[in-house]
Each structure stands twice: as C-alpha cells, then as structure tokens.
C-alpha cells in the first residue's frame, strides 16, 4: 500500500523515526520545540497520520509509533516524481541530474559500485 505524504506530514514523520515510541504529549513537545507548532497543529496533523496508517496510536498515554519507514516513504516520493517529471523513465532522470550537478569522483565511483551491485543481483 503507498501512502502519501504532505510537507506537514513528513515534519511530524521525522521526529517519530527518531523514536521508538513517544506519547502524543511528548510528540506534541517535540514539535513545538523543532517546528514551532502548537499542541492543537500536532494533534491534527497525527490524527491525518493515523487515518493513513502511517503512524499507530495506542494506549496507554497515547502512544505513537511509526507504521512506514522513512526509506518506504522516500521510495513512493521518488516514484511519484519519477513517474511524473520523467514518465517514469529512471534513466532520463540521471541523465538529466548528470547534465545539471557537479558531482565529486567518489560519489561517481559509488553509483557505479551501486550500479555494479545491482547488475550482479546483488544488493548494497
């Protein structure tokens, strides 16, 4: 199942991949200390997160706990984007990206060792 995600989602996201657990009044903390988002925002926005089974929230104390892993989400993002700017061509998406980046030798050598991993059947 994909889920998507909005910018607002993806900030609460973040703060409970750096947990194992927190109760939402703790989330709610959290958030208002790196975000600078009220109680009342934080809530909402978990209650949006819980209703796409992203995030399960149990008692006691309201205990949140992400659903998805971060590599999940950024996976659908970036299928999302390739399928739309790129009609779904990965190849026209590194073609471009190599056209219109400066990148340094050693990240050219580990895309090629990910490249050579990947063409192996193998996995990095």
């Given at each position: 199942?994909?889920?998507?995600?909005?910018?607002?989602?993806?900030?609460?996201?973040?703060?409970?991949?750096?947990?194992?657990?927190?109760?939402?009044?703790?989330?709610?903390?959290?958030?208002?200390?790196?975000?600078?988002?009220?109680?009342?925002?934080?809530?909402?926005?978990?209650?949006?997160?819980?209703?796409?089974?992203?995030?399960?929230?149990?008692?006691?104390?309201?205990?949140?706990?992400?659903?998805?892993?971060?590599?999940q989400i950024q996976y659908?993002?970036?299928?999302?984007?390739?399928?739309?700017?790129?009609?779904?061509?990965?190849?026209?998406?590194?073609?471009?990206?190599?056209?219109?980046?400066?990148?340094t030798k050693t990240e050219?050598?580990?895309?090629?060792?990910?490249?050579d991993a990947y063409d192996?059947?193998?996995?990095?």
């Amino acid at each position: 199942m994909e889920i998507k995600l909005f910018d607002s989602e993806l900030k609460l996201m973040e703060l409970l991949w750096r947990q194992e657990s927190i109760t939402a009044k703790e989330l709610a903390a959290l958030a208002k200390e790196s975000i600078g988002w009220n109680k009342n925002t934080t809530y909402t926005v978990l209650k949006k997160l819980v209703d796409k089974k992203a995030v399960l929230r149990q008692e006691p104390n309201f205990m949140c706990k992400p659903i998805v892993t971060k590599e999940q989400i950024q996976y659908n993002e970036t299928k999302d984007l390739i399928d739309k700017l790129y009609n779904g061509s990965v190849k026209m998406l590194f073609s471009s990206f190599l056209h219109n980046e400066k990148i340094t030798k050693t990240e050219l050598e580990q895309i090629r060792s990910l490249i050579d991993a990947y063409d192996e059947g193998g996995e990095q």
